[in-house]
């Protein structure tokens, strides 16, 4: 990676200031401690640097979650070891009288190693011996606090309680706060969640006109849902969040859709695969899913669910030991995407009619339906890129006609027919390399061309 990229630059910058400030209000704590000359008599009067205008993720993170002075100290403190260590130096004096490290530093390491601050140190610079403020920074680790909801920083527990725990950014967070890039957490069994991200823009979508403005409708509640309820002091009349499914056969788009509306809207859209979830982290689910919902909220991701059918399943009747763990994570996940105040959007396959009482959960039931020859047109005209692979007998007005296939599909025959042409040694396909394509996409689905 090059290290000139701008937004990594920009970043440094922001952080550079960050860290001059960190630095004098850990001195300013040290001296007033000591009852040292001190330019200051409280390290609050050290005013942080203003970061309102300032680009880069790490000035976003600390506008985005609000974080004051404190908050900001000991996010900083917890990135010195990364950023630059030496300022956690003055830590390692001596006390002349114990001949230990000062007990009131607190910290991991220190001699040999790389001293790792801990909430003690946290408390010794800002608090001092001020019981009051002591407890209060305590409670910036509390459950609900956006440190931990948001996962900013997290408390690596110490050999000793509370004050002794380490100060730990996460991996992801760090990462983003460092490089200037967007916090993008790693799927995996805490986070069982992928980024969807899309090529396309939102006018690639193809969608006949009901569709459309029904699409529309859900841009304008996402982009003004909060607004709206605040504003107009609905807030505590109304749910908050925004709940919507997704229903049709495969291949329709659902999927292009969630990841392009939160494109549109300038969020990041987070997949759920729910055939995985339920089945495999059996048991831990809640507390992951818990997370993930918690994240999402303060980052103001969009959810999606895809593959959504196991929520519909009939709930009840269960058999072996795992339908009942299923069922229970079932329930658990309707409560939890009710009670969920962003954006949720489910999408399943199901084409019947949906339970009524599941229907009323949603702010809008969609229906994409498979599309009609017009429309097929277009998919076919946009997979085709500008036309340049073409042969001159390829007919897509033909084919869009007589074929009634999803936009799914489209993708997948030109991916067989431009093969054949490849295997021919051809640079451009001809109409019987799609029809060989066609009749693979139609045999897989169990229909004849
Ligand atoms: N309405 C559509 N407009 C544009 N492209 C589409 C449309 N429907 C499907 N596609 C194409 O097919 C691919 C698969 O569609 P997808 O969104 O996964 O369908 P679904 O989620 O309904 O099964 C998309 O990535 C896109 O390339
Ligand atoms: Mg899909």
């Known amino acids: 990676m090059r290290d000139t990229h701008p937004p990594l630059q920009d970043n440094a910058a922001v952080l550079e200031a960050e860290l001059a400030w960190a630095a004098s209000v850990i001195d300013a704590g040290i001296r007033l401690y000591f009852e040292q000359a001190c330019a200051v008599d409280s390290v609050y009067a050290l005013t942080p640097p203003p970061l309102a205008t300032a680009p880069g993720s790490y000035a976003e993170t600390v506008h985005a979650h609000g974080l004051g002075f404190a908050e900001r100290f000991v996010l900083m403190l917890a990135m010195l070891g990364h950023l630059r260590p030496q300022l956690l130096d003055p830590f390692l004096i001596k006390n002349v009288n114990t001949e230990r490290s000062f007990t009131e530093f607190g910290g991991v390491g220190g001699a040999h190693g790389v001293f790792q601050p801990t909430l003690e140190t946290a408390a010794f610079v800002l608090a001092g011996e001020r019981l009051a403020e002591r407890l209060q920074l305590a409670r910036l680790f509390e459950p609900d606090h956006r440190f931990s909801r948001a996962r900013l920083l997290e408390l690596e527990p110490g050999s000793g309680g509370l004050f002794t725990s380490i100060l730990r950014v996460p991996p992801a967070r760090l990462h983003a706060l460092t490089t200037g890039a967007p916090y993008a957490p790693v799927f995996g069994a ?89 089945s495999k982290y059996i048991g831990e689910t809640e507390k992951n899913l818990g997370r993930l919902f918690a994240q999402a909220e303060h980052e103001d991701w969009i959810l999606f669910f895809d593959e959504a059918d196991a929520l519909f399943g009939k709930r009840g009747a269960t058999q072996s030991a795992n339908d009942r763990y299923a069922n229970q994570e079932v329930a658990y996940l309707l409560q939890r995407i009710e009670d969920f105040p962003g954006i949720a959007i489910l999408a399943t396959n199901l084409k019947s009619n949906l339970d009524e009482a599941f229907a009323r959960r949603f702010q809008a039931a969609i229906y994409f339906a498979a ?31 007589k074929y009634e296939i999803s936009g799914g599909m489209v993708g997948n025959i030109l991916r067989h027919a431009l093969q054949a042409a490849l295997r021919r040694g051809d640079q451009s396909l001809c109409q019987a390399d799609l029809r060989l394509g066609l009749e693979r996409e139609l045999r897989k689905e169990g229909r004849l061309i």
Request: net charge negative; aromatic share 6%.
């Open 190 to 278: 805490e986070f069982p969640a992928r980024r969807l991200e899309s090529a396309l823009s939102w006018d690639d979508l193809v969608t006949p006109p009901s569709l459309a403005e029904a699409l529309e409708e859900v841009h304008a509640w996402i982009e003004q849902g909060a607004t709206l309820t605040e504003a107009w002091g609905l807030g505590k009349h109304l749910r908050p969040g925004l709940r919507i499914l997704f229903y049709g056969p495969p291949g329709t788009g659902k999927t292009l859709t969630a990841c392009l509306l939160g494109k549109r809207s300038g969020r990041a859209v987070y997949r759920i695969d729910l055939s995985q979830v339920v």
């Open 371 to 401: 599309p009609e020859a017009e429309e097929r047109l277009r998919l076919w005209r946009q997979a085709c890129g500008d036309g340049s692979r073409l042969g001159p007998d390829v007919d897509l007005v033909q084919l869009a006609d």
